[in-house]
């Protein structure tokens, strides 16, 4: 990364990147680059990966921000993707072997539309050959890259919406907003399959992942953890919170429940613990009594310094 400026050590990052991932960069990469410009012992992660050949938001997690990617993961994304119909890939992607589909023929565009709406809604989705999921205590690509031929089981997947954006034979351009775990090439390749006429992934970007949109996003060569880091409060949606004053948050980051009183969310359900200055303190959830809350996450220490 230009520059490849660092934060003073004395600073303790705790938030978000909301990046734009470059072409062929594996998520890791980028990871590692906004590593450097971090101090030094700060962990960095991501939320959600990004396949090499797909470009777009890639949510960063910095310092203790890392223990909330499963909050970022959760939330609804967006995609752009081009699918090319007429013929297959190895990797349901255009990084495989390719091959044309014998007597493929143009589909009319009315006929694309009924059969993108059919993967609306709740459905069951076998991810690719090619991808990250485990298979008997192996990631199934590494497997697939040894010539063998993973048996991955379907899983159900929600997709929220699919618009068509552009259909020009053989390239369908479309929108898609879905839940977690959903594998667009995977839908690329089944589309093709309902058509009759194969397909593949050729174009993939990701447009936002809940909050964190594109519109918003920094170049990765761009990205600045002292100007550009966002609040960790950013990953937790709709969930409740609540601010207290230093005692309890003394108590809370002891690992110790706290009394509120009314106002609390439902028992069970979660609860971001804010203290000075709307700080996130700590995640916990209110208990079986309705009226405290004990901390299952706690992101500072006795005095307040954040871990």
């Known amino acids: 990364m230009a520059g490849e400026e660092h934060l003073p050590r004395d600073v303790r990052p705790f938030g978000f990147l909301n990046v734009i991932k470059p072409l062929e960069w594996t998520s890791h990469r980028a990871v590692g680059a906004v590593r450097r410009r971090v101090p030094p012992g700060t962990k960095v992660g991501h939320a959600g990966t990004l396949d090499p050949l797909a470009t777009g938001v890639l949510v960063i997690c910095v310092g203790p921000a890392t223990r909330l990617a499963e909050y970022v993961q959760r939330r609804p994304k967006q995609y752009r993707a081009v699918i090319a119909l007429g013929a297959t890939s190895t990797t349901d992607d255009r990084e495989g072997t390719v091959e044309p589909v014998p007597e493929a023929r143009p589909v009319p565009a009315d006929r694309v539309a009924a059969v993108l709406n059919r993967f609306v809604g709740r459905i069951d989705q076998t991810p690719p050959s090619h991808s ?128 509120i009183g009314a106002g609390l969310p439902q028992p069970g359900e979660p609860v971001a613990i804010l203290g000075r200055a709307g700080r996130l303190a700590a995640i916990g959830h209110v208990r079986t009594d309705g009226q405290s809350v004990r901390p299952d996450k706690v992101f500072v220490r006795p005095g307040g310094h954040v871990h």
């Open 132 to 259: 990250a999921v485990h298979v008997g205590g192996h990631r199934a690509y590494k497997l697939a890259r040894r010539g063998e031929c993973p048996e991955l089981a379907a899983r159900p997947v929600t997709i929220h919406r699919i618009g068509l954006l552009r259909y020009e034979w053989p390239a369908l351009e479309i929108e898609v907003c879905c839940g977690a775990g959903t594998y667009i090439r995977s839908l690329a390749r089944d589309v093709g399959a309902e058509l009759g006429v194969g397909g593949y992934c050729a174009e993939l970007e990701r447009t936002a992942v809940g909050p964190f949109t594109l519109d918003d996003a920094v170049e990765l060569t761009e990205a600045d953890p002292a100007r550009h880091l966002m609040s960790p409060l950013a990953a937790l949606g709709d969930v409740g919170q609540i601010e207290l004053d230093d005692a309890r948050i003394e108590k809370v980051a002891m690992g110790q429940a706290v009394s």
